[in-house]
C-alpha cells in the first residue's frame, strides 16, 4: 500500500546523510532534499489546495523538478509534467484539459499564466515559497489508487491525451525498473533524459528507494555530460537512442575516463545496430540495455539485457522479454491471442497499467480492454518470448500491396559508413499509392545513387527509398528525442491537400 | 494486481527451456515446472475441493515441495506448510485449527490421517495424480487479497499460530527480497533451509520470476552440499547462522572450489561475529548479508548488506536497514516512537505485513496496530536507521535489577576458539531471581573456569554465565533452526515447578 510518500519517508529515514541528487553547483543529500519535499508539501498546502488538485511543472530538469516530481503526488495532489518542446497552444490545451492550478516553470509562461491561478517561476519564486514553508508530514491524504500524475502524451499524431498513473501504475514501474536494472545504493545515475516524459522520471522513485544519486542534466550537451560523467564517476545512464549516439560519438572525437559506467539503457525510439555497436565501442565497461515502454504503461514493457554480448545475434533486434511483473500478448484484430512469429498488435498487463485517459471515456475505453493495455504497436515475439516491434503501426508505409517497415529500411541506411542519421516515411506516389523516401544526415560526403545502390544490396526492392533529402543539420526531434517524421512528410502531403494527424 | 500465478504464467513463457530446478537425479526446465503446476492444479480440482480450502504440505525440501508452495494458492487453495521437526500433537493442531482437507507428505502420516480427507504420498500418489491430471490456467479464482498460505509459527514459545499471508504479501516480499539480493537468470540458488519456514520459502517466488534455478537440498548434510555447489557451480545460498556455520567449517576442513557462490545471506537467529568471519573466510568470492525477518512479515524486515567489508565496524552487530518498501519504528510501552539510540519493542510496516493470525482474532488485534505488526523483538536504531536487536524479548534474563541480552554473552563466549556453539540462558537462582547459564558445544576441550574468566576480560560481571553444561553432541534446534532454548531451560525450570511455556 505503498505511494510517492513512502520512498521519501523511506530516503530520510535511511540514507540522510548519503548524496542524494547534483545539480550544476548544488549538492543535497537526502535529509535537505527529502526536508525540501518536506517543505514544498507545507508551502502547496498554504495555498489553498484541496486534495486531487493538478499542478502543472513547465521546466529543464532540476533537483527542483524531482523535489516536485515527488512531493505533488505524495503531498495529496495530482503532477502534470509539461512537454518543455510543446508549442504554446499545445501546453494551454494540456492546462485547461487538466484544469490546472498552479503551474511551475522555468521560462516566462506567456499566455499560460492566464489559464492557471497562480504560476511560481524556478528556481526564485519557488524558493522563497520553500524558505517561508513549514515541513508538513506527507502521504497522509492519499493511498495507492490515487491519481499521482497526468502525464500528456503529445507525441507525433492526434490530440494529446492525458494518461492517468496512479500512485500504485508508478510503483509498479519502480518495481519493474529495480529488477531489470538493479539499482545500488553507490550508483550515480546520469538523469539527461527530459523528466517530463515518463521515460526521463522513469527511475527517479527506484533511485530514492535505493538510496543512489541523481546526477541533473538540465540541457544535453554531449561534451558538457562526458565532462561530468568523468567527475563524477557517474555508473549508469538512460537516455533515448539519439542522446547515446551522440554521446558515443563525442566520446570516439574526444576520449574522457568513463570507466564508472556500468550500465547504459536506451529506450523511447528503435535504435540502429550500427549506433549500438559504436557506443559499446564508447563504453567498453557498461552493460547494454534496450527498454521498450509506452507512457501509458508507466512506461516499461520490454528489456533487452546484454546487448554487448550478442553483437551478431538476431536477437539484437528485439526490445526484450517483458519484464517480470509485466504481461504482453499479440494480438489479431479481432483481439485473439496469436502465435509466436505472427505479426499483430502488441498488449500489456499488469499493475502498471494506466487507469485511463483523463476525460477521454471513449479512448480510455477503446484503449484498456479486459486488463489490456492496447498499445498500437505492431510486432511478434519469438518462441521465448522476446519482443521484436515492427513499426508504429501509423508509421508503416504500403507501397503496391506491399507493407514496408520503415526501421527495417533506417536499419540498412545507417550500416552505410557515410551516414549519421536517417529516417524513412511514405510520400505520395501516383502509381504505388506511397513510395518509401528518406531524410539523412550524413557523417561524409556521398550521393543518392551510392545509398541506393547499398541499399538494393541488403533488402528488397520496393523497400529501397525511391528518394532521398539530405540534411546538412541534425533532423528535427519531439521532446522526447524522437524524430519529428511528421515534419519530413509534411511539404510532400501538403500538395495533396492531405491533413496529416 | 499480482497472485502467485502470474510468477508461473512469466517464467513459461519467458524461460520455458532454461533450467528451473535441480533436485537429486530430477532436472525440470520452466516449461517442465510450470507444466506440471498447471497438471497439479488439475489434479487438485478434481478431487471437488472449493476455493480457499486448505490443502498441508509436511515434507523435506523437493521440487514437488516447490510445485505445492506455488500451485495450491495460484489455484485458488490456501498452502499450509508444516514444520517437519514437530511432534505429532503439534501437527494435528495445525491441520485441525486450519480445518485442512488434504495433507501431502513424503513421510508416514500415522494418526494425522485421520485429521483430513485425504492423504497424497510425496513421490508416489502426487506423481500418480499429476500423470492421469489435465492442465488447466491457474489464477482465475483468486485476486491479490485473496489468502495464499496459513504458516503455523510453532517456534519456541506459546501455541502455534497460524499466519494468515495474502498472496499481495508473498508478493510484496519477493519485490524486497528482488531490491535486495538482486537476483539475476544466471543464479543457481542453493535451496537448503527448510522450505515450511518463511525464510525457507522466501527467495521461491522470485527465482521463478527472475528466471534463476533452485537447486534443491532434501536434507543437511554440509559435504554433500558442498559437493554440490562445486558441481553445479551455486551461487548464492540463504541459510540459518548454523547452517552457514556448518558449511564453513566442512569447507576449512575439506576445501571445495566455491569460487562461484556471490551471495550469503543468513538470517532466523542472531549470528555471533566470531562465526561470520570464518564463514568470510570459507566463502572468500561471496557477498555477505544478514536479514533480519518473522513469518509475519512475509518474513523479510531488514537487511545488512556486505559484512564482508565491515569486519571491525560495530554495524556488524546490526540486522542492517529495512529493505527499500519496509518501514520500522522503535516504541516504548505505550506505542510511541522513541528516538534513536533508545531500546524499544520493534514494530514493523509495508504491504507485506500479514492479514491476521487464523481463527485467533484477539492476539491479531494484540500484533496488528494502526498498520504496523509488533513483533515483540527489542531493540534499538542508530541515526542511520540500522536496526541492533537486543535479544527476544521473551528470552532476556533479569538477574537482580539487571537486564542480560542472552546475544551479547553469546557474542563473548563466540569469540572463545574453543567454543563451536554456546547458548546463553536464565536459571532460577534463590539469590538473583534467574541466573546467567551456559550451554556449550566445545571445538577443542577446555575448562568452564577457563571460559568464565574470558568472559570477564569482556563484559560486566552480572552478564557473566555462573554455570556451564557442556555437549558433546550439536545443541538441540527447532525446525526453522533456531537453538531450543527451551529445552535447555526444561530440567533447571522442572525442579522449580515452574511452567514453561
Redesign the interface.
Known amino acids: 500500500?505503498?505511494t510517492l510518500a513512502?520512498?521519501l519517508?523511506?530516503a530520510a529515514?535511511?540514507?540522510?546523510?548519503s548524496p542524494a541528487t547534483i545539480c550544476g553547483d548544488v549538492r543535497l543529500n537526502f535529509r535537505e532534499l527529502t526536508a525540501r519535499c518536506r517543505r514544498l508539501g507545507g508551502a502547496l498546502q498554504g495555498l489553498g489546495l484541496k486534495t486531487g488538485d493538478r499542478i502543472a511543472i513547465l521546466a529543464a530538469n532540476s533537483h527542483q523538478y524531482i523535489e516536485t516530481y515527488m512531493t505533488v503526488p505524495a503531498a495529496g495532489y495530482v503532477v502534470v509534467p509539461l512537454n518543455t518542446r510543446h508549442a504554446e497552444a499545445e501546453l494551454a490545451y494540456a492546462l485547461e484539459d487538466s484544469g490546472t492550478k498552479i503551474l511551475l516553470t522555468d521560462v516566462d509562461p506567456g499566455g499560460l499564466a492566464d489559464i492557471v491561478e497562480r504560476v511560481i517561476r524556478i528556481p526564485d519564486d519557488y524558493e522563497a515559497l520553500l524558505g517561508e514553508a513549514e515541513e508538513i508530514e506527507l502521504g497522509t491524504e492519499i493511498d495507492e489508487q490515487s491519481l499521482a500524475g497526468l502525464f500528456y502524451t503529445g507525441g507525433t499524431t492526434g490530440a494529446s491525451k492525458g494518461v492517468m498513473l496512479s500512485h500504485r501504475n508508478l510503483i509498479a514501474n519502480s518495481?519493474n525498473w529495480?529488477?531489470f536494472a538493479?539499482p545500488r545504493r553507490d550508483d550515480i545515475k546520469t538523469v539527461m533524459a527530459p523528466l517530463f516524459h515518463a521515460a526521463g522520471s522513469n527511475s527517479v522513485i527506484a533511485s530514492i528507494?535505493?538510496g543512489g544519486v541523481q546526477m541533473i542534466i538540465p540541457q544535453f550537451i554531449p561534451a558538457q555530460i562526458l565532462d561530468l560523467i568523468e567527475k563524477e564517476r557517474a555508473t549508469q545512464m538512460l537516455g533515448v537512442p539519439i542522446m547515446i549516439a551522440a554521446l558515443a560519438e563525442e566520446q570516439h572525437a574526444n576520449p574522457r575516463d568513463v570507466s564508472s559506467v556500468r550500465f547504459v539503457a536506451h529506450g523511447g525510439s528503435p535504435i540502429t545496430t550500427e549506433v549500438v555497436r559504436r557506443a559499446i565501442a564508447a563504453f567498453p565497461g557498461a552493460e547494454f540495455a534496450h527498454l521498450y515502454g509506452a507512457t501509458e504503461t508507466g512506461p516499461l514493457i520490454t528489456g533487452l539485457h546484454h546487448e554487448e554480448r550478442i553483437p551478431h545475434s538476431d536477437l539484437l533486434r528485439s526490445c526484450g522479454?517483458?519484464l517480470?511483473?509485466i504481461?504482453i500478448r499479440i494480438v489479431d484484430r479481432e483481439g485473439n491471442e496469436i502465435a509466436a512469429g505472427e505479426v499483430g498488435e502488441v498488449e500489456i498487463g499488469?499493475?502498471n497499467i494506466m487507469q485511463g485517459y483523463w476525460n477521454k471515456p471513449e479512448q480510455t475505453a477503446a484503449a484498456l480492454q479486459g486488463g489490456w493495455y492496447l498499445s498500437g504497436d505492431l510486432g511478434y515475439v519469438d518462441?521465448?518470448?522476446y519482443l521484436f516491434l515492427m513499426d508504429r503501426a501509423k508509421d508503416m508505409i504500403i507501397t503496391g500491396a506491399e507493407n514496408v517497415y520503415c526501421t527495417e529500411v533506417e536499419e540498412v541506411l545507417h550500416k552505410h559508413p557515410a551516414v549519421l542519421q536517417a529516417a524513412v516515411f511514405g510520400i505520395p506516389d501516383k502509381k504505388w499509392g506511397e513510395a518509401v523516401h528518406a531524410a539523412i544526415q550524413l557523417r561524409h560526403p556521398t550521393e543518392a545513387e551510392e545509398l541506393i545502390a547499398f541499399c538494393h544490396e541488403h533488402i528488397a526492392g520496393y523497400k529501397v527509398p525511391k528518394g532521398i533529402d539530405f540534411w546538412d543539420k541534425p533532423l528535427p526531434l519531439s521532446g522526447p528525442g524522437k524524430i519529428l517524421k511528421r515534419e519530413l512528410r509534411k511539404p510532400y502531403w501538403a500538395e495533396e491537400g492531405k491533413q496529416i494527424s
Chains 1, 2 share one sequence.
Request: glycine fraction near 12%.
Open positions: 500500500m505503498h513512502d520512498p519517508r523511506h529515514r535511511n540514507y540522510a546523510g518495481h529495480t529488477a538493479q528507494w535505493s522479454q517483458p517480470p511483473g504481461a499488469g499493475p518462441d521465448n518470448n
